[in-house]
Nanobody, 127 residues
C-alpha cells in the first residue's frame, strides 16, 4: 500500500505562487497515476489535475494555464506548481494515487478513482 504526504501549503497573496509536494512511499511510484484535488470550506472536493506515469497531464479548466503538475520518479514525488493564485484557490489540497487507468481518469476524473489519499495541506490566498 502506498503512503502519501503533502507539504508546501501556506499563506500567499493573490498573484503569488506556491509549490506543493507529495511524497510517496510503500510502492513503486513510477507505476502510479497521481492526482491533485482540493476542497474549499463548504464545497465538495474537486479535481485539480492529474499526471500519468509517462508525465502526460490533465487539468481542470479553473486552473489550466496557472497550475502545473510534474513528477520526479527518482524522488518518489509529485509536484503542483501554482502560479497567479486567486482567493478562490483557497482550499485544502490533497494528492492521491489513481486506481484506474489513465484513460478513465483523463476523461472523467472522480474521487472514487483515487485511493489512497494524503492528509492534505492548506493553501490560503489573500486578496
Amino acid at each position: 500500500q502506498v503512503q502519501l504526504v503533502e507539504s508546501g501549503g501556506g499563506l500567499v497573496q493573490a498573484g503569488g505562487s506556491l509549490r506543493l509536494s507529495c511524497a510517496a512511499s510503500g510502492r513503486t511510484f513510477s507505476d502510479l497515476v497521481m492526482g491533485w484535488f482540493r476542497q474549499a470550506p463548504g464545497k465538495e472536493r474537486e479535481f485539480v489535475g492529474g499526471i500519468k506515469r509517462s508525465g502526460g497531464t490533465r487539468y481542470a479548466d479553473s486552473v489550466k494555464g496557472r497550475f502545473t503538475i510534474s513528477r520526479d520518479n527518482a524522488k518518489n514525488t509529485v509536484y503542483l506548481q501554482m502560479n497567479s493564485l486567486k482567493p478562490e484557490d483557497t482550499a485544502v489540497y490533497y494528492c492521491a494515487a489513481g486506481r484506474v487507468p489513465w484513460a478513465v481518469i483523463s476523461s472523467n476524473p472522480r474521487d472514487s478513482d483515487f485511493e489512497p489519499w494524503g492528509q492534505g495541506t492548506q493553501v490560503t490566498v489573500s486578496s
